[in-house]
């Protein structure tokens, strides 16, 4: 029986991050997954999702800017952008497979080993491998679970992934939908609406059983995301519930429930189901492994399970489902296993993007998390037409807003930024937050001109009372308020 020092199961981004990060010390690893490197954060996950959206805005702003000089915009063929998408997956995997296989070159050649396969723990060191060749089993003093997720099914809606879809099922569509229902209003649901819609080819409902989406977030963030989407020709469905949805000569028809107790029936092409993901953990190790299980996934003490020589990361954990996070957990897992880590794992500075129009990027809390919280902070908006950079892309709608906490330090709590280049400009504030700094270093960093983050800057200057744009002269376009005590008061300087 092989013996490795580690066995990663799983080879998406946790998965394959955890492997390189434990030939950093030298240790014998080996790599299983069942179908290929990537896993779904590449296949049909975040750069497959990313890859459409990012066409999807472009051809967007190529039909608005078209329109404007009075010419009609290309007809946008639905082969071209799914060959395009498979591009991007194909690079991304050749990149990740040739980097093994060049490893086998280099000083690491007798330390990483990869098996396509079916894993499954039989003791706490013992691993069973079913793959094409038969089944093995291999001794490991180490493990690291990192098998990912897949989208939530519910057993009411017949899914088939031709007509009624989740995430992975869109690979499987052959040319645009004339409409589609999208039943779930969180950040997957709304990005495909933004990306459908952003091609002008597809008419989106989407349901929401709540008055507005992404209901997590702040209000100003939404109504400029509801806004836009509706521009674009998506139907919201607010306040509805689904009674049932069902294939019907080939198209999908469902009732909808609104809060008024009226009842609606909709017939359209195409349904996706984006209600959320759940952990793939069935069949992972057997009864005598006594793994540690709660309703949103595997528990774990800072990537540790129950069981002491076995760690989870990634979207298996009950932690947040990002591959940036599930990166973060693979880096500390292997390191508290083979060294020292240099701090706990955090998930504060975590820095998220939704891909939506416009992006929407955020670190830290925002309003509705600090006023659950019962913190008092001040917070400072500006709009993006106070930015030489927005204006000079003729693309001013968004705002950068930033939270600090109420008292003399005004340490940075979390800051929210919608519109164009948003994820380029909060790294710094997420690296601050970390730290546990104030805001007085963003104040005096000399910014590149023009860009985005001169927007943030301003505001930390607003905040100190020393900024260009004074809010009590640019009411429309800034603010500078402190929330205690369950209300908001103006900052006069």
């Not at 028809?253 to 809060?259: A, R, S, V, W």
Request: net charge negative; hydrophobic share 40%.
């Amino acid at each position: 029986m092989t013996k490795y020092d580690l066995v990663v199961i799983g080879a998406g981004p946790s998965g394959y991050a955890a492997a390189m990060r434990a030939l950093d010390f030298k240790k014998k690893v080996l790599l299983i997954e069942r179908y290929g490197i990537g896993g779904a954060g590449v296949t049909n996950g975040a750069l497959s999702s990313k890859t459409w959206w990012e066409i999807s805005k472009e051809t967007a702003r190529l039909t608005k800017q078209l329109k404007r000089f009075n010419v009609a915009p290309p007809d946008i063929k639905f082969k071209d952008v799914k060959a395009d998408v498979v591009a991007a997956i194909a690079n991304r995997k050749h990149l990740l497979s040739d980097h093994m296989d060049l490893l086998q070159h280099s000083q690491f050649a007798d330390l990483l080993e990869f098996k396509v396969g079916s894993a499954k723990l039989l003791t706490d060191h013992e691993i069973e491998i079913t793959g094409e060749n038969g089944t093995e089993r291999v001794y490991t003093d180490y493990v690291v679970l990192a098998t990912g997720s897949r989208p939530r099914k519910l057993p009411e809606i017949p899914i088939d992934e031709k007509v009624i879809l989740t995430s992975e099922g869109i690979e499987n569509i052959s040319d645009f939908p004339e409409s589609m229902v999208i039943l779930g209003a969180g950040v997957i649901g709304c990005e495909y609406a933004t990306i459908f819609s952003g091609f002008g080819k597809t008419k989106v409902h989407l349901i929401d059983k709540g008055d507005r989406i992404l209901p997590f977030e702040d209000e100003d963030v939404v109504q400029v995301i509801e806004r836009n989407m509706e521009e674009s020709g998506v139907l919201i469905h607010r306040n509805s519930r689904l009674i049932k949805m069902e294939v019907v000569d080939g198209r999908v028809q469902y009732e909808l429930e609104y809060d008024d107790g009226s009842k609606e029936i909709f017939n359209v092409e195409k349904a996706l189901v984006s209600v959320g993901r759940v952990p793939n953990y069935e069949n992972l190790w057997a009864d005598a492994v006594p793994i540690s299980l709660n309703q949103r996934g595997i528990e774990d003490t800072e990537t540790q399970t129950s069981v002491s020589n076995v760690y989870a990361v990634g979207d298996i954990t009950a932690d947040i489902a990002l591959v940036n996070v599930g990166e973060l957990e693979r880096r500390h897992a292997v390191e508290k296993i083979f060294g020292k880590p240099r701090r706990k794992l955090v998930y504060e500075n975590i820095s998220t993007i939704m891909f939506l129009n416009p992006e929407v990027a955020g670190v830290g809390l925002n309003e509705i998390q600090a006023k659950k919280k019962g913190v008092p902070y001040k917070v400072v908006t500006l709009d993006y037409s106070c930015i030489p950079r927005a204006i000079a892309k003729r693309n001013t709608q968004g705002f950068i807003k930033l939270l600090v906490t109420n008292d003399d330090d005004m340490k940075i709590l979390g800051m929210r930024v919608v519109g164009h280049h948003a994820s380029s400009a909060i790294q710094a504030v997420a690296l601050l937050i970390s730290m546990d700094r104030g805001i007085e270093e963003l104040a005096e960093c000399v910014h590149p001109h023009p860009s985005i983050t001169e927007g943030i800057q301003e505001c930390v200057r607003i905040v100190m009372g020393k900024s260009l744009f004074k809010p009590s002269a640019l009411k429309a376009k800034l603010s500078c308020r402190t929330f205690t005590n369950e209300k908001y008061e103006d900052i006069i300087f």
